[in-house]
């Protein structure tokens, strides 16, 4: 079984654009969240989506935003870049909510300068 | 807003030493997830616990689930080096709509 995939792994973008990073889930998972984690911290909760719906928001603003596809795949939305934003953005998947545990992506890194 | 608190944020030990981390909330979780995170990778699940006084033991490694599911302790026997990395606490919400992590434990072992 394939795991959680993320594209881009790495990506520079300039304060104010926008960026649209992707997840594909892994097989059999209908449950994804996304996470950004600073060097050395703990990921930080973002969102996550069960069943295509957002169903978990964390404490980010609204530039922050997602989607999750029929196929269970998912993308983060990132608008108006800030330099703060920089860091690793982790996708998880899982079944049943993810109440046993989840299965990462290996994160895109996003520089913004 | 629910939080874990994860202690010690830093350790930095001798090899064969034994060591305990901690993950304590104000909050109940349906499950307290364990992971590890290498660098430049995501954090890979070591172990889940559910049942509030559950023990699992994976090797070395022995995780511990509160009686009231609010807080979790992982303890690593004669340490080796292959066990430095980033440690993670992780909850799962009683709605089951998030994953909450602590800040992380980062364990190095020398030789």
């Known amino acids: 079984e394939t795991g959680v995939t993320q594209s881009p792994t790495h990506l520079i973008k300039t304060r104010g654009q926008q960026v649209t990073l992707r997840c594909s889930s892994q097989?059999?998972?209908?449950?994804v969240s996304w996470y950004q984690q600073a060097l050395g911290q703990g990921p930080q909760f973002i969102f996550q989506?069960?069943?295509?719906?957002?169903?978990g928001r964390g404490n980010f603003p609204p530039r922050f935003s997602g989607l999750q596809f029929p196929n269970y795949s998912s993308e983060l939305n990132v608008n108006a870049l800030e330099l703060d934003d920089s860091a690793l953005y982790l996708c998880?998947?899982?079944?049943?909510?993810?109440?046993?545990?989840?299965?990462f992506g290996s994160g895109t890194r996003l520089t913004v300068v | 807003t629910q939080l874990l608190e994860q202690s010690p944020q830093f350790l930095s030990i001798q090899e064969g030493e034994n060591l305990t981390v901690y993950c304590n909330s104000s909050?109940?979780?349906?499950?307290l997830q364990w992971y590890r995170q290498e660098p430049g990778e995501g954090p890979v699940l070591l172990v889940t616990?559910?049942?509030?006084?559950e023990v699992k033991k994976l090797k070395r490694l022995t995780f511990q689930f509160g009686d009231a599911r609010k807080d979790s302790s992982l303890h690593i026997t004669a340490a080796q080096p292959g066990d430095t990395g980033l440690y993670l606490c992780?909850?799962?919400?009683?709605?089951?709509?998030?994953?909450?992590f602590g800040k992380g434990t980062t364990l190095s072992v020398s030789s």
């Open positions: 998880a998947s899982s079944n049943q909510q993810g109440l046993y545990g989840y299965t």
């Open positions: 097989s059999g998972h209908n449950t």
């Open positions: 989506y069960y069943r295509e719906e957002e169903n």
């Open positions: 909050s109940v979780f349906s499950s």
């Open positions: 616990v559910v049942t509030g006084g």
């Open positions: 992780a909850g799962v919400n009683q709605a089951g709509t998030a994953l909450i």
